[in-house]
């Protein structure tokens, strides 16, 4: 495993989701109901990890290689949508604030996502510019 990748993969993590864990929680605290706040905050952190995991942690984001790329981030981030939304359904139950809960479903789903990541979505497949 390269560690630069994983060090790279987690500063681009924490900081966008950090940003976007404030984000959730001034949408919810404005009366957004968690749900769309959560939907709202998850397509921001689809862009932004797209563009910096593809283009700085991996580097691997090409123009040869967008399409296929943006394709598969975009199938594991439908699964990973799917996954958060389910796995937030079942922490609403604990009667935690819902931040709380979030903040959860994101530490779970981050290493899912980097393993993705890592070994599908930006797979070095040698394509030349």
Do not use: E
């Amino acid at each position: 495993m390269n560690k630069t990748h994983l060090t790279r993969f987690i500063i681009v993590g924490l900081s966008t989701n950090a940003l976007l864990l404030l984000a959730f929680w001034a949408a919810v605290s404005s009366g957004f109901p968690a749900p769309i706040a959560v939907t709202a905050t998850y397509a921001i952190g689809l862009v932004a990890s797209l563009l910096l995991n593809g283009r700085w942690t991996f580097g691997t984001l090409k123009r040869k290689t967008a399409v296929g790329s943006t394709v598969r981030f975009t199938v594991l981030y439908a699964a990973g949508y799917l996954y958060s939304i389910f796995t937030f359904g079942l922490l609403s139950f604990t009667n935690m604030p819902h931040v709380i809960d979030q903040f959860f479903v994101m530490a779970s789903c981050a290493g899912l996502l980097f393993l993705g990541q890592k070994y599908w979505v930006f797979k070095n497949r040698n394509v030349k510019q």
